[in-house]
């Protein structure tokens, strides 16, 4: 049995026929319009939600010539978590459009902030899973997503709003930084640092901060068969789980000892399992606003949950082969107390079962304030005051061309944004060693720095602070220098 098989970090064209993973590399629009032989405006004119069965109506060519006038997709109980399926069938409702891109075999259907694909079955399109990377090729409206394909085929160049590269796991969740990127034919690789525009969009994706209280695969667990407990009381807070087996990461009997008992008749196989581990909760995470806690996990068969003694989790599939995570878990902030918590697992064991197993990965996610600048107000003339243009870097569109240099307030200011404490493409937080400097990636510390400004050259910064009468002092010498 496969004890776990993340996404395939695979980069795979987004119709190679067969892929039997996520297309991780990430695509431009102007490489799927590309990849397509043709790509349809579709609408949904008839559900089956028990079959999972979605029929569209063909509203417009995009490109090419697609020969029916009815498109079925076969969506089912298909993909690599269920969520995949879940979220497709929860959008589907007559009406709804969606943009649908297919070379004959295989396609990619963009219903706005979610994609999924499919492969050509007969007179249906079965659904194979779900493509959450695309989401860093487009995430916003459909009807501006068919305007912008529009566009791409005439051979212009669009600006379209996606999502940032970033956390793997909030992208699966639909979650992230939407930014503006520019796309068209020309544009066939995907490249941030040349067709970035801005960031912001639609709106209705937020960016979230995550913190990871119990990380995949570590230890602490304890475990014992579940008929060496006697009762209930394994699932409490307050049990005394001090003489409890202790197992390495991914959990059981410990890797040496499955090693050594394998091929070999054991006695608790087939049995169910208790599983417990405390998890401290810091009482100013608990208080953030919007606060939600994800839980992912893994085990043999299938799991119940508790958490502080109640349940919070029950797998309703009672039989199953392992495969990528079982499921994911939204717990809210309030089933958590400040400080020690504990969480309970029972794992139901087939007797064919080789091992015990379960792995588990508890995360925070707190939505970063979206900053929202303000229209700067004209300061009223006065005599005292002396407001000093300096030029800068020219042809910055939307850029205030400025540095202002107040002498009585003795201030300088600049426009510029809060930078983030976390670049995406960055496994850590680094300290703050700079106040300003470049956005990532022209900024080499776009990592440590509290603001970035584009436009500005550094140089009339300053030039700036010479001018309120500041003198250069000496560089600064390291720690214990």
Not at 97 to 110: I, K, L, P, W, Y
Not at 222 to 248: I, N, Y
Request: proline letters at 7%.
């Amino acid at each position: 049995m496969t004890k776990k098989s993340l996404s395939a970090c695979v980069s795979v064209l987004v119709f190679c026929a067969g892929a039997g993973a996520y297309v991780e590399a990430p695509h431009t629009l102007g490489r799927c319009c590309h990849e397509s032989s043709n790509v349809v405006l579709v609408e949904v004119v008839r559900i089956d939600k028990a079959k999972g069965l979605i029929i569209y109506k063909k509203v417009q060519d995009l490109k090419g010539k697609h020969p029916e006038a009815q498109i079925k997709h076969n969506i089912g109980k298909r993909g690599f978590h269920p969520r995949e399926w879940q979220n497709v069938m929860a959008w589907a409702e007559v009406g709804k459009r969606a943009v649908f891109f297919h070379n004959g075999g295989a396609s990619e259907t963009c219903i706005g902030t979610y994609w999924y694909q499919c492969y050509k079955e007969g007179d249906w399109w079965g659904m194979s899973h779900a493509e959450p990377f695309l989401l860093r090729t487009y995430s916003g409206d459909v009807e501006k997503l068919s305007a912008a394909v529009t566009e791409i085929m005439a051979g212009k160049q669009v600006v379209v709003t996606c999502l940032a590269d970033g956390n793997k796991e909030q992208l699966h969740q639909r979650k992230g930084k939407v930014q503006r990127m520019k796309a068209s034919l020309k544009l066939q690789d995907y490249n941030p640092k040349r067709d970035f525009v801005a960031w912001g969009g639609d709106g209705g994706v937020e960016e979230f901060k995550t913190f990871v209280l119990v990380a995949e695969s570590t230890p602490g667990w304890k475990f014992l068969p579940r008929g060496q407990v006697s009762g209930e009381d394994w699932r409490k807070a307050d049990f005394d789980d001090t003489k409890w087996r202790t197992g390495k990461a991914p959990l059981g009997y410990g890797e040496a000892e499955i090693a050594k008992r394998k091929g070999t008749t054991v006695p608790e196989k087939g049995q169910p399992f208790l599983f417990r581990r405390v998890v401290e909760v810091p009482s100013d995470l608990l208080a953030q606003k919007g606060v939600t806690f994800q839980m992912r996990v893994a085990s043999d068969d299938s799991a119940v949950v508790f958490l502080n003694g109640a349940l919070i989790d029950q797998d309703p599939q009672e039989d199953h082969e392992f495969s990528y995570w079982n499921r994911d878990v939204e717990v809210a902030a309030k089933q958590f107390k400040p400080g020690r918590n504990v969480l309970a697992v029972l794992v139901k064991n087939k007797p064919q079962s080789s091992d015990i197993y379960l792995d588990m990965e508890l995360s925070a996610q707190v939505p970063v304030p979206k900053v929202v600048a303000k229209k700067s107000t004209p300061t009223p003339a006065n005599p005292s005051v002396t407001a000093r243009p300096v030029k800068l870097v020219p042809d910055a569109p939307g850029k205030p061309q400025a540095v202002q240099v107040d002498k009585q307030k003795r201030t300088v200011t600049i426009p510029c944004e809060i930078a983030p404490r976390k670049l995406p493409h960055l496994n850590e937080v680094y300290p703050i060693e700079v106040i300003g400097t470049y956005p990532s990636p022209q900024g080499q510390k776009a990592h440590e720095t509290v603001i970035t400004f584009t436009g500005i050259k550094p140089s009339a910064v300053h030039k700036a602070l010479v001018d309120l009468g500041l003198r250069p002092g000496k560089p600064a010498r390291g720690e214990g220098t």
